[in-house]
């Protein structure tokens, strides 16, 4: 039998191992949600219904103190079940099954599997998830703006671009506006759209809950994540036929012009970390006012490099000037996420800092 220490250091390890064992999903889900803090967990919450949200900040409000062995198994188990996920979608079941047993043995491979399937098969159109683009657009360009608006909102806002990209002229914005349109979608909707597809493309599983799709947040993340002669296209078109919606979308990105919001020593940051030959492409078609932010946040020597090849660069394509400027709203984003620089967002009142 195990020595139980007198000073009852043992006594309490016990009692912590026995309580951690215990909670329920909804607390380890509490645990996960405060142990990743608020910035995080906020971008959690996007991901989730209005119950689901509601049960979760209940569970995160009665929470209370945890142990350090509750923090530990709560995390654990996301961990694992994020890698299980990931190893699920990017390699399939068996895929996963071989590198889990390895990893954590058969019993506990079994759980996590059965746990991440349950999840896979509770969304519908999983089916689009793993599939190429190019794939998937030969199948969904046909189909009406409605019925891609509702599928491209179930995937990611990266594969979600990538299919806006190669649509029609003629269904880009009907699409566009269809996302941006789309709050809550009843299983009946679903389950119609779901019938009609499984005929073309395979087995789409129904969803049994009313889920949140879309939204303006939703296509500005797209719409972030597209490259600029597209993105100029699509506001181009919407400008004319739907101009409010047009500026919503705008209200939630970071596009090229909105560095002309940014602070100086953001600017600095970004700048210091820039390609020159991206300066110099990206500000051949900029204005006089982009030019003085850029120019007035750089060394003098870097200054009268850029000033110099911007003289000699010629015959340069509207597709190199774009990409230029899309490289290096990217840098920013991602120096935002590190909190190293500050941005304000179209119809921000107030500075963001991730």
Aim: glycine share 4%.
């Amino acid at each position: 039998m195990a020595e139980v220490k007198t000073d009852g250091v043992g006594v309490r390890e016990s009692e912590d191992d026995s309580a951690a064992e215990q909670m329920s999903s909804e607390q380890k889900a509490a645990v996960v949600i405060v142990s990743l803090g608020a910035d995080r967990a906020s971008q959690i919450y996007k991901y989730l219904n209005e119950q689901e949200i509601e049960d979760l900040t209940y569970e995160v409000a009665k929470a209370g103190k945890t142990t350090n062995a509750q923090v530990e198994k709560a995390l654990d188990e996301f961990y694992k079940l994020c890698l299980t996920h990931k190893m699920m979608t990017d390699g399939g079941l068996d895929y996963a099954r071989n590198v889990l047993e390895k990893a954590f043995g058969e019993s506990t491979a079994r759980t996590l599997l059965e746990k991440v399937s349950k999840t896979l098969q509770s969304r519908p159109f999983n089916f689009f998830m793993k599939g190429d683009p190019k794939a998937l657009i030969s199948l969904l360009q046909h189909e009406r703006p409605q019925v891609i608006a509702l599928i491209m909102s179930y995937m990611g806002p990266e594969q979600a671009a990538q299919i806006l990209e190669n649509l029609p002229d003629e269904k880009r914005i009907a699409t566009v506006e269809g996302m941006a349109k789309m709050d809550r979608v009843s299983p009946e909707a679903i389950a119609i759209v779901e019938e009609e597809m499984k005929r073309k493309f395979a087995t789409i599983i129904t969803s049994e809950d009313n889920t949140n799709l879309g939204g303006i947040d939703y296509v500005a993340d797209v719409m972030n994540h597209i490259d600029r002669g597209s993105e100029r296209k699509i506001f181009t078109e919407l400008d004319k036929t739907n101009p409010e919606l047009s500026q919503s979308i705008r209200d939630k990105m970071f596009v090229f012009e909105n560095i002309l919001d940014m602070d100086n020593r953001s600017v600095q940051r970004f700048v210091r970390d820039c390609d020159p030959k991206d300066i110099v492409y990206a500000l051949k078609n900029a204005s006089d006012d982009m030019k003085v932010v850029f120019f007035g946040n750089m060394s003098k020597r870097m200054a009268e490099s850029v000033q110099s090849d911007l003289e000699i660069t010629t015959n340069v394509r509207l597709k190199d000037v774009e990409e230029a400027q899309q490289r290096i709203v990217n840098l920013i984003r991602s120096l935002e996420e590190k909190g190293e620089v500050i941005i304000k967002k179209g119809g921000d009142d107030d500075d963001i800092i991730i």
